[in-house]
């Protein structure tokens, strides 16, 4: 049966409007069991990312004590920190689409055969949509919890315009638990699931990756034109040094 977003569990609420991100408009979807596409996970108590790489600096014997280029590493497989409250009849591995709990048989982590995907939308603020970001390119509309695209535009009565809900999509493909706990305490009436994801690959669902992606900071751009902000040590002349002003 598909995990139900109708009931109280899933009652949307207010969230408040700060330049600040908050959690409170950080929302996770997964492909629920029985669900027709993504599905926001409720009741998550903790959702992290944290990934890492090696950076080797390169040396030189008669140069001194000085590092002439710091050379990173492969990116190690970015890791999920995602906490849930337990329910009856949706546990975390069906929120993902495991025939796990009342849906299926899988218990543990050996009966997961197929990788999952996670999609991530951080809610824009009315307040930085309409002075920060505008029409920002990797702005989109945000989902309501069942997934489906939500009501894009709300009235504000305090300014009159009409106000585009956005938010940033980031997708975690290929996903497997790399870990999971839940604790039945005496002194805790609460249940919580603790897990741990490896993630294939990230991406923000609309741009093309590969060796030529425009990430900013580029000394030459993409139209052969000379670039902005980027290192010194990419200058024409890498010993300049900036004089300071007295």
């Not at 009501?151 to 999509?169: D, E, R």
């Not at 993409?222 to 010993?239: T, V």
Request: with cysteine; net charge negative.
């Amino acid at each position: 049966m598909p995990v139900s977003t109708s009931n109280y569990i899933y009652r949307m609420g207010t969230a408040p409007n700060t330049r600040a991100a908050v959690s409170q408009k950080n929302k996770v979807y997964g492909y629920a069991v029985g669900g027709s596409g993504f599905v926001q996970i409720g009741a998550i108590s903790e959702f992290g990312t944290d990934e890492s790489r090696t950076i080797d600096p390169v040396r030189g014997v008669g140069f001194g004590d000085q590092i002439a280029e710091l050379v990173p590493g492969v990116t190690e497989p970015m890791t999920l920190t995602l906490n849930r409250t337990l329910l009856y009849t949706a546990n975390i591995f069906q929120t993902v689409g495991y025939k796990a709990g009342i849906d299926g048989i899988a218990r543990s982590l050996k009966h997961h055969r197929w990788p999952f995907d996670i999609k991530q939308e951080l809610v824009i603020s009315e307040i930085s949509v309409q002075q920060d970001v505008g029409a920002g390119p990797n702005a989109q509309p945000a989902s309501n919890p069942g997934g489906a695209p939500l009501n894009q535009y709300i009235f504000n009565p305090a300014t009159t315009p009409i106000i585009a809900v956005k938010s940033l999509y980031t997708f975690f493909e290929g996903c497997w638990f790399e870990s999971y706990n839940a604790s039945y305490t005496s002194d805790a009436a609460m249940v919580a699931e603790n897990s741990s994801v490896k993630v294939s690959d990230v991406i923000d669902g609309f741009s093309q990756y590969g060796e030529f992606i425009d990430t900013g900071l580029a000394p030459i751009s993409a139209n052969g034109q000379a670039g902005a902000g980027f290192s010194l040590r990419f200058a024409s002349n890498s010993a300049a040094v900036i004089p300071v002003p007295v």
